[in-house]
């Protein structure tokens, strides 16, 4: 055989109809999942009711674990790992889909609510990182928890349910923007203007009030919240509200190839994962998949991937599985363990060709993404992962006809970025990054391809089975 040269190709031309269909439906139901669990805390409800739905129980359910066995473990509302006991022996370790279910929004100050020139606002601070300017003059919605002093926890849910109000950022008319659009884009709004309009009608003076306050519209939100919430401006301070674009996601295109949607990055990657271990029967090792928060921060906090919730669920589970519980034998299902980190990658843009390297760059459509490093600056920050494992994951993609392609993430020195991976590979696991190409990535609305995201799915599901 001559020198046979490698080529992506576009995932829609393999397809038959029928896999099409079952693209179009499969994206159908992560569309639908996108607008139901728009932040971390409520991407793991919907994961409980997958789950549960599916015969996964908490671990705390169980007494002992054996072949067959599924359970799930959820980390303070905000991560969860859901896990199937495999045919061979604990260890000889785990197969890990790990992913993030945080996304880029704007969160509040510790005291946000005040009154300027007869508006009410909510002072914020963005999470992550977003172009400041994508976030003004769009629709956003309000989603979180307040936790009052007795622990009662309060939910707030409002912008995305049909007839609901949204909130608001305003931007500059651009007859007066003259200075503004003069500005560097990085500069054009600022991290103190991402403040949220939150109302508008003054309070009227109440019974036996002398004079009024000066800040009635500031007084009439704080009415509107104890009323409707039973919460004081003090118990803003223990909350966890998250200021999200108020978009629902949508089909893209003649063909509706695309999907586009606030919070691809890494919905798009923990949604096929979840889905994967749902479809997944008689694992061969035991399979797990690691949906965990805070990766756009830096993986930091007792729910970032650099907690210990990982590894001490492991430890339970060895002390589940095991007569005699010991460190060297979990130590050894971790090290023994082989992971996929689903995280996206940047899709070549027409638009901006200027920043990728045309042949080594992932295109929307050419399936599921395998990236062998990330990192900035000479792969700076990157867990590298080895030639055996890519050469592994290569071939058993090939064997199950997933549609898969690689690249980096842009030029050299253009700029880069990282995932959970190097941190599941300090535990001296193989570790491959793998994930859709994302187009706009971190902005409000992000683009997608569905058989990409189908791709992802089918990716993920051979992994942990095989
Ligand atoms: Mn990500
Ligand atoms: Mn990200």
Same mark, same amino acid.
């Given at each position: 055989?001559k ?10 031309l393999?397809?038959?109809d029928?896999? #099409?269909e079952?693209?179009?439906s499969?994206? @159908? ?8 669990? #728009?932040?971390?805390? !409520? ?8 789950? !549960?739905?599916?015969? &996964? @129980? ?7 674990? @054996? ?6 473990? *959820? ?11 495999? !045919?061979?022996?604990?260890? /000889? ?8 279910? +945080?996304s880029? #929004?704007?969160d509040? @100050?510790p ?5 300027d020139?007869?508006?009410a606002?909510?002072s ?9 300017? =994508?976030?003004?003059?769009i629709?956003?919605a309000?989603? %979180? ?5 007795d ?10 349910k ?17 200075d ?6 990085? /500069?054009?709004?600022?991290g ?11 309070? #009227? ?17 704080l ?12 118990d803003l301070?223990s ?21 586009a949607?606030y919070?691809?990055?890494?919905? *798009? ?14 694992p ?10 805070k ?8 729910? %970032?991937? =650099? ?6 669920? *492991?430890?339970?589970? *060895? ?11 979990v130590?050894?299902?971790i ?5 996929l ?11 901006f060709?200027?920043?990728?390297a045309k042949?080594?760059?992932p295109?929307?459509?050419k ?12 792969k700076g %920050?990157?867990? !590298?992962?080895?030639? /055996? ?7 058993? &993609?090939?064997?199950? %006809? ?9 030029k050299?020195d253009?700029?880069?970025g990282?995932?959970?991976?190097? &941190? ?8 491959? +990054? ?14 997608v ?18």
């Open positions: 055989m020198g046979k040269e490698y080529k992506q190709v576009n995932g829609w393999e397809m038959e029928v896999e #099409r079952e693209i179009f499969f994206n @159908k139901d992560y569309a639908e999942f996108l607008d139901d669990y #728009r932040t971390e805390r !409520e991407f793991v409800k919907g994961a409980i009711g997958l789950l !549960e739905a599916e015969g &996964f @129980k908490n671990l705390e359910e169980f007494t002992e674990l @054996k072949k067959g066995d599924k359970f799930y473990k *959820v980390n303070r509302d905000k991560a969860i790992l859901a896990a199937i006991v495999g !045919e061979k022996p604990l260890e /000889e370790g785990l197969r890990i889909v790990g992913s993030h279910i +945080d880029p #929004r704007i509040l @100050k005291t946000p609510l005040y009154e020139s007869e508006l606002y909510f914020t601070h963005y999470y992550g990182g977003i172009k400041k300017y =994508q976030w003004v003059s629709p956003l309000l989603h %979180g928890v307040v936790i009052k002093e622990g009662t926890k309060v939910e707030i849910n409002i912008g995305d049909e007839g609901d109000p949204v909130f608001y950022i305003s931007d500059l008319l651009p007859h007066l923007g003259k503004q659009m003069a500005k560097k884009m990085s /500069e054009g709004i600022t103190e203007q991402l403040r949220l309009i939150i109302g508008s009608i003054p309070a #009227r003076k109440k019974d036996g009030e002398e004079k009024d306050s000066g800040k009635k519209v500031k007084s009439a939100v009415d509107y919240l104890f009323e409707e919430y039973g919460i004081s401006e003090e301070i909350c966890e509200l998250q200021i999200v674009p108020a978009l629902k996601s949508r089909d893209v295109g003649f063909d509706r190839g695309l999907l949607a919070g691809h990055d890494d919905r *798009v990657c923990s949604y096929p994962a979840l889905r994967a271990i749902l479809d997944v029967e008689n061969v090792y035991t399979a797990m998949v690691l949906l965990v928060d990766e756009e921060i830096g993986s930091m906090g007792n729910t %970032g991937m =650099q907690s210990h919730f990982f590894e001490n669920t *492991v430890a339970e589970m *060895v002390n589940l599985t095991y007569e005699n519980y010991s460190d060297l034998l130590r050894k299902t090290e023994n363990s082989k992971c980190s689903g995280d996206v990658n940047a899709a070549y843009d027409p638009n060709p200027e920043v990728y042949d080594n760059t295109y929307l459509g399936g599921v993404v395998i990236t062998k490093y990330t990192g900035a600056r000479g %920050g990157s867990s !590298e992962a080895t030639a /055996e494992f890519v050469a592994e994951i290569r071939g058993l &993609f090939n064997n199950a %006809g997933v549609i898969w392609q690689t690249g980096e993430l842009g050299v253009q700029g880069g990282g995932t959970i991976a190097q &941190f599941l590979a300090n535990y001296n696991m193989d570790v491959l +990054d793998c994930g859709p190409a994302v187009l706009s990535m971190h902005a409000p609305y992000e683009l391809s569905k058989v990409d995201v189908y791709n992802t799915y089918l990716a993920y599901q051979v992994f942990l089975e095989k």
